[in-house]
């Protein structure tokens, strides 16, 4: 809550600086990272989710259309970094002075709000400038301003957006227009998750839109490369980039329920056991073809992005759930017991790997969905699954019948009564089969 309230946090254009340094959260390095902006916007979904609190969605949907409108490139690959500088200035971009606000094309009243809301002053916070961050509740500005509580989201928008248009006329920071794989792994999750839990097909499409840019510019004869820049893809890829694009593609799967992503990721995960695993347990991050090195290095901490490691025994826990594979979810819960020890002794070095263990206690709900897709009962069914969050759930949806290379979760579902049908699962024992959406709802809720 207090890091959304700016300074780390663009008011304006939405998105997260790279950290902050001061205690109060107030001053930040002005740098903007793809990873941050994914991992957080996540988070802030995941928090509305959780609590109903719209404030929290509001930053989560600001900070992704920043990632489109800023980070994005025309083919849909995720940008690495906007810098902290421009015109040899950190932060200049981002930062107001007095003079500036009182001479934006607004009425006194709002330039007032403003000053009022984000505690602007001739001194301002940051080398003579103004960084922006909330001086004033929702409820004090309604007593001070005369105005509606439920009206102020509304009010303080239209005025970011007139900040907005007048920053887009200054000199930009430079872009890092790098796009690496583990990056937009992240952010593809992010996309796809909001684009099914907040009803957005736009960024259901540009989910849709970054894999195909990942699978056609960066997945050539079967080897995924790491980097990707003005139409070249170059080194081979790590155990990140492998894991993450898997968990990548089967957030999509379930947002866009098109086989290919499915399927893909499977290929994904037979290259990652059978070139980086390390007969030990776990894996290596390179592959087994990589460059001889000295050491081949192991990382399992996590650090400001999840490692590896982490992200493949999600990926195996996730794709055992839709397969059926008891393999992966063996070598997968292998891993999670090795790590259980250090994870919960440091848990902040080890938060991904705690988000897999929550996931594999779980129960997992693996829920499956048939019928036809253009009909309003399927999407009905669809809509029931997302209107809560689910973090232990993983869902097939298909048209029937479904196609061959589907997840075997829809395997031998027949549709009851030509009728869509849901089926709610756990390792592959399901409830009975059901099109009403009130028995689907029922048996969601009543699994533990």
Not at 208 to 235: P, Q
Request: aromatic share 10%.
């Amino acid at each position: 809550n207090t890091m959304a309230m700016g300074g780390m946090y663009d008011v304006v254009g939405g998105g997260f600086a790279r950290y902050s340094v001061d205690k109060y959260w107030k001053i930040p390095h002005f740098e903007k990272m793809l990873y941050d902006n994914a991992q957080l916007s996540r988070v802030y979904l995941h928090a509305y989710l959780i609590t109903g609190k719209h404030f929290y969605r509001r930053v989560c949907e600001k900070t992704l259309d920043f990632v489109l409108r800023e980070m994005t490139n025309p083919q849909g690959g995720f940008y690495s970094s906007l810098d902290a500088d421009s015109e040899g200035q950190e932060g200049k971009f981002y930062v107001w002075t007095m003079d500036e606000i009182r001479n934006l094309n607004l009425a006194e009243t709002d330039k007032e709000l403003l000053i009022a809301t984000y505690g602007i002053s001739e001194t301002g916070n940051f080398e003579g400038a103004n960084v922006l961050q909330r001086n004033l509740s929702d409820k004090e500005i309604a007593a001070k301003f005369d105005i509606q509580p439920e009206d102020i989201p509304l009010k303080l928008k239209k005025l970011h957006n007139a900040l907005l248009e007048t920053r887009a006329h200054r000199v930009r920071p430079n872009t890092d227009d790098k796009v690496l794989a583990s990056w937009n792994a992240l952010m593809l999750i992010s996309f796809a998750e909001a684009g099914r839990y907040l009803a957005r097909l736009d960024y259901q499409e540009v989910a849709s839109r970054n894999a195909r840019f990942l699978l056609n510019e960066m997945y050539i004869d079967r080897v995924l490369y790491r980097s990707w820049r003005e139409g070249k893809a170059s080194h081979t890829a790590y155990l990140e980039d492998y894991a993450g694009l898997i968990l990548g593609l089967l957030a999509l799967y379930q947002s866009d329920p098109n086989p290919e992503w499915y399927t893909t990721a499977k290929e994904l995960s037979k290259e990652l056991i059978n070139h980086f695993r390390d007969p030990a347990g776990g894996f290596f991050d390179t592959r087994d073809d990589h460059e001889k090195l000295l050491i081949r290095p192991k990382d399992v901490q996590d650090n400001a992005t999840p490692s590896g490691n982490a992200l493949a025994a999600m990926a195996l826990l996730q794709l055992s759930a839709f397969s059926g594979n008891r393999e992966w979810q063996n070598m997968a819960e292998s891993m999670l017991e090795n790590i259980s020890d250090m994870a919960s002794r440091y848990p902040t070095a080890f938060a991904q790997w705690l988000c897999a263990i929550d996931f594999a206690v779980g129960p997992i709900q693996e829920v499956a969905i048939l019928g036809d897709q253009d009909t309003p009962e399927f999407k009905q069914l669809i809509q029931i699954v997302w209107d809560a969050y689910r973090p232990h759930l993983v869902a097939a949806i298909s048209n029937f019948p479904p196609e061959p290379l589907s997840p075997k979760l829809l395997a031998n579902r027949p549709m009851i009564d030509q009728k869509a049908t849901a089926y709610v699962c756990q390792n592959f024992v399901c409830q009975k089969p059901t099109s009403s959406p009130e028995e689907f709802q029922t048996q969601l809720e009543k699994m533990p």
